[in-house]
């Protein structure tokens, strides 16, 4: 079965940074786009950015372009964000989620069980 | 302030039939297929309805989707104490070059 497992959540100090990681299985990982979701507590879904399935081409959130850097290794099934100058309202669950190859789509079909950020002091 | 507009919350008596509303712009659902999350507290989104009005395979038949012009709609009839969530939508944008979610609807099944 699909299985997206996030990992690397945790608390930051502003301005500092923090990779996250998203380990897939149970599909073709190579064929799929990929994204990264994130849900401030209490808030709505905000998408972040999405990673074609071959990495060759990324998109991003006005919010987030320049700071966070989505990355994927397909030998290794796995997707990364990485993120930078981290602020206070980064504060949230990130998700990732398997979208259609070229993931120019908000079609989201599995969804991981979130990883939580938080930035603070 | 979110791209869709979706109405905050939305209400319903079992076997009741409910309809959330997203609204958008040619840039995004004018021009680009709307899907559907239901989301329960403290858990992930599910897709709910993919491609305007699909259902995934395990997706009940009361979940509809419909989509005209700039606007879609997710409706659920006959309306169950579970189906008591957030749902939102979701489309691509041709201008941002990205995804936009509507701000979500809040479900009370009263």
């Known amino acids: 079965q699909v299985q997206l497992v996030e990992s690397g959540g945790g608390v930051v100090q502003p301005g500092r940074s923090l990779r996250l990681s998203c380990a897939a299985s149970g599909f073709t990982f190579s064929s799929s786009g990929m994204h990264w979701v994130r849900q401030a507590p209490g808030k709505g879904l905000e998408w972040l950015a999405v990673?074609?399935?071959?990495?060759?081409?990324?998109y991003y959130a006005d919010s987030v372009k320049g700071r966070f850097t989505i990355s994927r290794d397909n030998s290794k099934n796995t997707v990364y964000l990485q993120m930078s100058s981290l602020r206070a309202e980064d504060t949230a669950v990130y998700y990732c989620?398997?979208?259609?190859?070229?993931?120019?789509?908000?079609?989201?079909?599995?969804w991981g069980q979130g990883t939580l950020v938080t930035v603070s002091s | 302030q979110s791209a869709l507009t979706q109405p905050p919350s939305a209400s319903g008596t079992p076997g009741q039939r409910v309809t959330i509303s997203c609204s958008g712009s040619?840039?995004?659902?004018?021009?680009?297929?709307v899907n559907w999350y239901q989301q329960f507290p403290g858990t992930a989104p599910k897709l709910l309805i993919y491609s305007n009005d699909q259902r995934p395979s395990g997706v009940p038949d009361r979940f509809s989707g419909s989509k005209s012009g700039t606007s879609a709609s997710l409706a659920i009839s006959g309306l169950q104490s579970e189906d008591a969530a957030d749902y939102y939508c979701?489309?691509?944008?041709?201008?941002?070059?990205?995804?936009?979610f509507g701000g979500g609807t809040k479900l009370t099944v009263l």
């Open positions: 040619s840039s995004n659902i004018g021009s680009n297929t």
């Open positions: 990673i074609w399935y071959d990495g060759s081409n990324k």
């Open positions: 989620a398997k979208g259609a190859p070229l993931g120019m789509s908000g079609y989201f079909d599995y």
């Open positions: 979701a489309a691509w944008d041709d201008n941002l070059n990205g995804v936009v």
